[in-house]
């Protein structure tokens, strides 16, 4: 697919869009500038949906989230369901019957690891974000100061403000190109990214502090149980970022940080940064990703699970 434009037609009437469970900056970014470019784009379709989980507080900014939907329809038949950043089926989680009842399913993404699970797949692995992915794939005149807000959200969060491997001087011109449609970019970063609560600054700081160095300090694992959750006063959604900053740490080429989604259940986060695919590594645990970026969710105690991923883990370090 050159351009958003070739999976339109007039037939379709009817479009809905979703992300992945437990979505994230570049999941809601794109979601959001898909809708607000379709609505411009596709003015033949008499009804665009937005379906997203959740959102979190500090990207309820975006527009478009207020009119996004957390729960589907039964038996709702759309003409076209596209779905952004979802690396496999399981992942559209909410979605899903959506999915399956869809006359034509479209899938956009950048994960290394994507199964190809629609009919038709725009896979970019090499893009930063879902979002930088959408920017060339829209007509640049349509894309509105709105449009464009979303766009360089999800560019930022998945590129860690354009720190990590995966930006490219590709990623910067798309940015830059957004930010001549006058956003405030500053104020996206401060409020989206850089921006955490007390509680999520305490409990970033007490998964440090309980943090260990592993495989002669190449690797950096913590964890976080429901109990400690709920002594930190957070929830799943306050620990973004956290596995980043344990990866900064000098001498370190992977981080894993492992927080409890349910009891005895546990996903892992994993960061890598020169050698290790931690994609791979979480394929190993049925979860996928992107090579410097992972996850995936395996059954124990904080320790057994720590101590199932470091069994994988030294196959891929040097020891
Ligand atoms: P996270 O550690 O949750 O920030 O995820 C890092 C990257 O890995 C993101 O791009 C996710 O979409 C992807 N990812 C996380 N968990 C899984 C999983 N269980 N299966 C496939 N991809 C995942
Ligand atoms: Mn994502
Ligand atoms: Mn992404």
């Known amino acids: 697919m050159k351009k958003i434009g070739e999976i339109l037609s007039e037939e379709i009437r009817s479009i809905a869009i979703a992300g992945h469970i437990n979505p994230d900056g570049d999941c809601i970014g794109s979601c959001t500038a898909l809708y607000g470019y379709l609505k411009k784009a596709c003015p033949a379709a008499r009804e665009i949906d937005l379906y ?18 957390s729960s589907v329809p039964e038996n709702k038949v759309y003409d076209l369901v596209i779905v952004c950043d979802v690396s496999s089926y399981e992942r559209i989680a909410v979605a899903i ?71 490219s001087p590709d990623t910067m011109r798309k940015a830059a190109f957004l930010m001549e449609k006058g956003i405030d970019f500053s104020r996206i970063i401060e409020d989206s990214f850089n921006k955490k609560t007390f509680a999520q600054n305490r409990v970033l700081g007490y998964v440090l502090m309980k943090a260990e160095l592993a495989f002669g300090g190449q690797c950096i694992v913590s964890s976080l149980t429901t109990e400690e959750m709920d002594r930190c006063g957070v929830t799943r959604q306050d620990l973004d970022g956290i596995v980043s900053r344990m990866r900064f740490t000098e001498g370190v080429e992977v981080a894993v940080f492992a927080y409890e989604t349910d009891e005895n259940v546990f996903k892992l986060s994993l960061r890598s940064k020169e050698r290790v695919n931690v994609s ?17 969710t395996i059954a124990g105690s904080a320790g057994e699970v720590l101590d199932k991923m470091a069994d994988v883990l030294k196959g891929y370090l040097s020891l």
């Open 280 to 296: 791979d590594v979480a394929a190993h645990f049925g979860g996928g990703g992107h090579v410097r970026a992972a996850g995936c």
């Open 52 to 69: 997203l989980e959740t959102v979190p507080h500090e990207l309820r900014f975006l527009k478009g989230v207020d009119e996004a939907k």
């Open 97 to 167: 019957p959506l999915f399956d009842l869809a006359k034509k399913t479209v899938s956009i993404d950048h994960h290394i690891s994507n199964a190809n699970f629609a009919e038709i797949n725009h896979v970019e692995p090499d893009a930063s974000s879902c979002a930088e992915v959408l920017t060339g794939l829209f007509d640049p005149d349509l894309i509105d100061e709105k449009i464009a807000e979303s766009l360089y959200t999800g560019i930022i969060n998945d590129s860690g403000v354009f720190q990590y491997q995966n930006t």
